[in-house]
């Protein structure tokens, strides 16, 4: 039977090219642009999910306000380096805590005669990998950070100074080019130093809120926390570009540890152990899962996506399908009453109403397979 | 066989009614060679689509083959039309997608025959009007004659008890129409009872019995009891 039903079908496509490749060029352009939107519409939805346990990691940010310099509220992404410490110490909710501070200029990188400027350079705490951990090619990332000199590559990285996917214990020299200010507080900051390779990852997603290839050590003495913890003689406004994230532990309440992190911020100036005197400050925990099209904070680490703009993108997918498909539909339409005397001998033949539409729907079902497989 | 008892068929629209068969008693016996004859209009083809199952009755009674089939679902005609009824048509139809041998197998696959077995009867059904050399050719490669013979093919490939002709001779010329009369004829002496509908009074004249209708009506007596035909038993 279905051999019977091909060969009809197969052949009344070949009698008619130029209305088959209309209708297969309408419908596969369709699907075409509607896939890509969807691709697009998918691929921001999903940053940072390819985290393990992503639903439990959060961008700690802050709200700050100096009052007596007037400052406007606002919200920022970043957050004060000291705030981590003290959350692991107040809140037992929190399993792990990890700063990031990408490297505001980008640390000189040479090995043999490969050098560069390291834009993807990313100072982290020893327990980064652990609050967002990521897939190992060589070495384990969980450990990887907790010496002064230890560096973790992604293996584009590796590849790029190394040549190879796989460089474990292999050595690198990284300037930190804080600049001559910097290299004045201590010249570790401008100097060209030894870090080892202690472990390679896979390369981070493009949809991810970070950016990084190489992750220095934050216990290294010429870290960006460093020089942060050398000069706070400078004052709380002084640049430090740090982000905090935290893991929670499994079944905790986040309601209470909302309301523990607005008693927390709502201090006591002259009992603060992070703010100075004079600061109110608001604490937000977003879902790093959600952060890419949350409301943008200032500082941002990278761009946030529009969830209007991927609404709009979505139903006009919509409509561009529907669209293809009433004119699929119009243009079948126009050749049934063509095949209306084979419908009548295959029912004075004997077929049953549900045969002749199984027979009829495969045949478009095909058609929009082949459409899609084109498209 | 196949009796009718006081069928009416009316076909309704929003505008009209049109009353095509008006108190239809007909009963056809096993193996008989049933002519139906009328002006345009009066009926014929009607007649011919409920005795074929295309159509239901909107009264009466239509008994097929011992049972009663006039209020039977659409399903319940199809089956009933697999089972014994073949189909010949006056534009041939066949089906311009399919080669000769697959026009003839059509009427096959909706009854399940196995794939080697609807190879053998449908080349014996090509033989018996011979045209097995142009199993392959498509029918916009055959003359009228030979795609009506395709089409007397695919009506008995399926052995069925009654073939239903509306016109076979009408789109041919008298040699083609000749030809596939012989055909026919040949057919029902083996007892396949035949139901023709014909202008032609030549070719109605080859039938046991003819019939006339007029305005959905038959006429001279006929719809009554059947005379000097070969009684089967059922």
Known sequence: MLSNYFAAALRDLLRNRVHAAINLFGLSVGFAAALLIALYVHDQLGYDHFFAGYRHVFLLSETENMVDRRLPEQPMDSSFPDLAANLRAHFPQIADVVRVMPASDPPHISRGQVEADETGFLWVDPSFFRVMPLKSVAGDPKTALTTPDSVVLTRTAARKYFGRDDPLGELLKVNPAMGSAAARVSAAFNTPQTMRVTAIIEDLPENSYLKGEVFGSSLAAYSGFAHYDVTADQGPFRNNGNYTFIRLRPGASMQQLRQGLTAFAAHDSDTSTVYPPGFTVGLRLTPIGDLHLSPPGAYSMSPRGDRGLLAALAAIAVLIVASASFNFVALMTARAAKRAIETGVRKAAGALRSQLIVQFLGEAVVHVALAMVLG | ?234
């Open chain 2, 1 to 234: 066989m196949l009796k009718l008892e006081h069928v009416t068929k009316i076909y309704r629209t929003t505008a009209v009614e049109t009353l095509a068969l008006d108190d239809v008693s007909l009963s056809i016996g096993r193996g008989e060679f049933l002519a139906i004859m009328g002006p345009s209009g009066c009926g014929k083809s009607t007649l011919l689509n409920v005795l074929g199952l295309v159509d239901s009755p909107t009264s009466g009674a239509y008994w097929l083959f011992g049972t009663e089939v006039a209020r039977c679902s659409e399903e319940e005609l199809t089956l009933h039309r697999r089972a014994g009824v073949g189909f010949v048509f006056q534009s041939f139809n066949l089906i311009d997608n399919l080669n000769v041998a697959e026009n003839v197998e059509v009427a096959l696959i909706y009854r399940r025959v196995p794939r080697h077995e609807r190879r053998i009867r449908v080349q014996a059904a090509l033989d018996m009007v011979g045209l097995a050399h142009r199993a392959k050719h498509m029918p916009q490669q055959l003359s009228g004659g030979q795609q009506q013979r395709v089409a007397v093919a695919r009506a008995l490939v399926s052995d069925p008890k009654v073939i239903l002709a509306d016109e076979p001779t009408g789109n041919l010329d008298t040699a083609n129409g000749d030809a596939v009369m012989d055909m026919l004829r040949r057919i029902n002496a083996k007892g396949t009872t035949l139901i023709m509908v014909t202008h032609s009074e030549a070719h109605a004249a080859r039938a046991d019995r003819i019939v006339r209708m007029l305005d959905g009506r038959l006429t001279d007596g006929e719809s009554e009891d059947v005379t000097a035909i070969r009684t089967l038993e059922v």
